[in-house]
C-alpha cells in the first residue's frame, strides 16, 4: 500500500465510526506553548483532552506532520526518524480503551491485512500508585493477540506534567523466521501504534490526579506502518524517502548509515523550513541549523567538495507534496545553500583556533563554553574537528 492508501484506509475507517477530521497543525507551535514543536497528533488537543469541549465533537482523526528531537541520535538505524507523519484518532471521553484496542486489531486485520501471528502487544503492568491495566490486558486475551506486561515503557504523557496514562502499544513481526520472543527481548518486533488511556494530570510536583474526562489517544506511524505492509526493513525503503535515497546515492555513495542520516536530515529540513523555520542560534532554528549541520557533517568527512547546490528538484518537491506544503514560505532549497555557505566559513574560521586550543591539551568544559560564546563553535561542531584533525 502507498502511504496515500495507507491513510485513507485509515481515515476512512474511523470515519465510519463518527469520527470527524481534525485539520493539521503547523510543526511550530504557538507562542505559548512551551515546546518547540508539534511532538504528536495529541500535542494541540491538550486543552480537549483536559475537558473544554472540541468543537468538532468528542471522536477525531487526523494526519499530523510531527518532529521529535528526543530520536536524534538514533535516526541512522531502520525505523527512527526525525520528521514524521503520524495517524491518530481521539476519543474525548466518549469511549473505552478496550473498545479503541478492538477497533485498532480490526483495522490492522482487516483493512490492512495483517495476520494475527504477527501481532504482539505490551500493556502497562502497574507502577508504583497506579494499578496494571487490566481491561487492555483482558481484551488482547479475548483477541487472541500475544501480551508482554511492562513498567514505565507502557506510561504515556507529554512531558513532565499534564495528561498522561497507561498505553498499550502494537508491535508487528517484521523477521524472516516465525516470530519468536517478545517486543522487549527481540528487536524485530517493531512498534506501529499506540493507544493511550488518558486518565490522569499529573502537577509540577509530580503528584498524580485524575483528568476531569477519561480519553483514548491512538498515534500509527505512517512511515512505520508502510515498511511493515511492503515487508521492508527499513523505513528509508518506503515511498517518501525513495527520491531523496536515489539523488543521494547517485550523487555521493555513502555507507548506509550516512545515506540514512543525510536523507533523514534533508527531508526534515525541507518540512521544516516549509514550515516557516529558519537557521539561528536559539529554538527552532537551532534544532533546524544543527541538522542541516549534522549532514553536511557527515557528507563531508568523506569529501569536502560535495555541495547541496548538485541536489534537483524533484525530491524536494515530492517531500512538499507529500507533507502537503506549498511554498508560502519561501523555497527550502535556497536556505539549505545559505546555512551551507555559512557553515563552509565558519569551518574556515573555526580550524586554527580548534587547534590552537587543542596544542594546549584535551580541551575542558571551560574551552568548549568559550569557543561557543565567543566564535560560534558549538560542542558537536567542536568535536567535529578534533576528530577531523586526529
Do not use: K
Not at 511493515?228 to 531523496?244: A, I
Not at 507529500?322 to 527550502?332: E, V
Not at 565558519?346 to 571551560?366: A, K, M
Amino acid at each position: 500500500m502507498t502511504p496515500e492508501q495507507i491513510t485513507g484506509t485509515f481515515v476512512d475507517f474511523y470515519r465510519e465510526r463518527g469520527h470527524l477530521l481534525l485539520p493539521e497543525s503547523s510543526l511550530v507551535r504557538p507562542p505559548d506553548d512551551p515546546v518547540l514543536f508539534t511532538t504528536s497528533g495529541m500535542h494541540p488537543l491538550t486543552p480537549y483532552l483536559e475537558g473544554r469541549p472540541h468543537p468538532l465533537g468528542r471522536r477525531l482523526v487526523n494526519v499530523q506532520r510531527c518532529l521529535r528531537t528526543t530520536d536524534l541520535d538514533e535516526v541512522g538505524d531502520s525505523t527512527h526518524l526525525t520528521v514524521f507523519q503520524m495517524l491518530g484518532s481521539w476519543s474525548l471521553g466518549d469511549y473505552d480503551g478496550p473498545r479503541s484496542l478492538r477497533w485498532g486489531y480490526e483495522l490492522l486485520r482487516d483493512g490492512f491485512g495483517v495476520e494475527r501471528d504477527r501481532l504482539h502487544a505490551t500493556v502497562f503492568g502497574g507502577d508504583g500508585p497506579v494499578g496494571p491495566d487490566t481491561g487492555s490486558l483482558e481484551t488482547w486475551g479475548e483477541l487472541g493477540v500475544p501480551v508482554e506486561l511492562t513498567g514505565h515503557e507502557n506510561w504515556w504523557s507529554n512531558g513532565p506534567t499534564g495528561p498522561c496514562g497507561p498505553d498499550s502499544e502494537i508491535f508487528v513481526w517484521t523477521g524472516d523466521t516465525p516470530p519468536t520472543g517478545t517486543p522487549t527481548t527481540d528487536r524485530r518486533w517493531m512498534e506501529v501504534w499506540n493507544h493511550v488511556q488518558m486518565r490522569y494530570h499529573r502537577d509540577g510536583d509530580g503528584r498524580l490526579g485524575p483528568l476531569r474526562q477519561h480519553n483514548v489517544d491512538t498515534g500509527m506511524g505512517l512511515e512505520r506502518m508502510e515498511m511493515v505492509l511492503r515487508g521492508g526493513r527499513s523505513v528509508f525503503e518506503g515511498e517518501s524517502f525513495r527520491p531523496w535515497v536515489r539523488t543521494v546515492t547517485t550523487l555521493w555513495q555513502p555507507d548506509e548509515e550516512t545515506l540514512r542520516r543525510v536523507c533523514d536530515h534533508l527531508r526534515s529540513s525541507v518540512v521544516m523550513i516549509s514550515d516557516g523555520v529558519r537557521p539561528s542560534t536559539t529554538g527552532r532554528g537551532y534544532v533546524l541549523r544543527r541538522l542541516i549541520r549534522r549532514m553536511l557533517t557527515q557528507l563531508w568527512r568523506d569529501d569536502p567538495s560535495r555541495t547541496l547546490s548538485d541536489l534537483p528538484g524533484e525530491p524536494f518537491r515530492h517531500t512538499l507534496d507529500g507533507f502537503r506544503l506549498g511554498t508560502g514560505f519561501g523555497d527550502p532549497r535556497d536556505v539549505l545553500l545559505d546555512e551551507e555557505r555559512r557553515f563552509r566559513g565558519l569551518l574556515r574560521r573555526g580550524r586554527p583556533v580548534v587547534s590552537r586550543y587543542r596544542s594546549r591539551g584535551p580541551l575542558t568544559d571551560e574551552d568548549y563554553r568559550y569557543l561557543h560564546d565567543t566564535h560560534g563553535l558549538p560542542r558537536d561542531l567542536v568535536d567535529g574537528l578534533l576528530t577531523e584533525a586526529a
